[in-house]
């Protein structure tokens, strides 16, 4: 049998604004694991949608993960700087790419329904070609047809998961109108050029999962470990985010960055109460995710 790779795992933000509580709780889940497993953590600034990036957002999101204790392994990556990548991945990709001329009011008009993360199902209008007098908007991911569009993986918190493509998604965006990459697109190249074995990100990212291993299918490059840990939601029941008023994280001093962190470990279920000081948190953390973890792995055994 061939031996695992080290593990090396990330934690991506996106630079449209500040960290808030809920994006503390993804970056917490995954620095845990990486720290857990004895491995990398690596650190990627998905600012691939370069319209949404606020100026400064990047750099205050790294001087906090300082400021927490939060050490990241190698360089900085952003995805800003690598459309060279992007754009080889889409040239292997070959006719299993199309270009797409529809615009957002046809699509909806003629969508199959709605994806679980709350996009538009789309029918595969211009998979043999574009019609007449139509150009080229974005570029889309054929999937495979109903019967062969199965994908299956086991997520190392929510268990075993199923999605059929061709209901779940549809023929996917991996460059959109305005010119930008996809994330689909890009978050599967850049974890492969990184090496990323295992991926740890918030639940509101579990259906872009299946989109992205059958991505890793057609590119010939390994499909990382899975976990997505559970995420914060306001008390209307929608996840906590910039959008639905989530307040920055800015600690001034270290008991508040102690604060911090407690609070995003009680988010992901861990039993600290207290820590004098951030060394005494990270001494505590990292094995109470260990035990966590195995209690998850032995009841999706039962």
Avoid at 31 to 49: K, P, Q, T
Avoid at 74 to 98: E, F
Avoid at 261 to 290: D, H, I, N, Q
């Amino acid at each position: 049998m061939p031996t695992r790779p080290a593990y090396t795992g990330r934690f991506a933000p996106s630079p449209t604004g500040p960290l808030h509580a809920g994006s503390m709780v993804a970056a917490l889940a995954s620095y845990l694991d990486a720290r857990a497993h004895h491995g990398r953590w690596l650190v990627r600034v998905e600012d691939v949608d370069e319209g949404r990036s606020v100026a400064g957002a990047a750099d205050d999101m790294l001087g906090l993960l300082h400021q927490l204790g939060m050490q990241w392994d190698g360089d900085v990556v952003w995805q800003s700087r690598r459309g060279a990548l992007y754009q080889a991945a889409v040239d292997q990709l070959g006719a299993h790419a199309y270009p797409c001329g529809c615009n957002r009011r046809e699509i909806a008009d003629s969508r199959l329904g709605t994806a679980p993360d709350g996009s538009a199902i789309y029918p595969g209008t211009c998979r043999a070609g574009l019609g007449a007098g139509k150009s080229m908007r974005s570029l889309r991911l054929r999937v495979p047809d109903a019967g062969a569009d199965l994908i299956e993986f086991t997520d190392r918190f929510a268990g075993p998961i199923a999605h059929h493509l061709t209901q779940d998604a549809g023929d996917f965006v991996l460059k959109r109108a305005d010119g930008f990459w996809a994330y689909q697109l890009a978050v599967v190249v850049d974890d492969a050029q990184q090496g990323v074995t295992d991926i740890v990100r918030g639940a509101d990212l579990l259906d872009s999962t299946p989109r992205q291993i059958y991505l890793q299918r057609l590119l010939g490059v390994p499909t990382p470990r899975y976990l997505h840990a559970p995420v914060l939601r306001n008390e209307g029941g929608e996840k906590l985010s910039k959008q639905t008023g989530a307040v920055a994280v800015a600690p001034r001093n270290e008991a508040e960055a102690v604060a911090v962190l407690l609070a995003a470990a009680r988010g992901l279920g861990l039993p600290l109460e207290r820590a004098e000081s951030l060394a005494a948190f990270w001494r505590a953390a990292v094995p109470a995710w260990a035990v966590l973890l195995q209690g998850r792995a032995d009841e999706l055994c039962d």
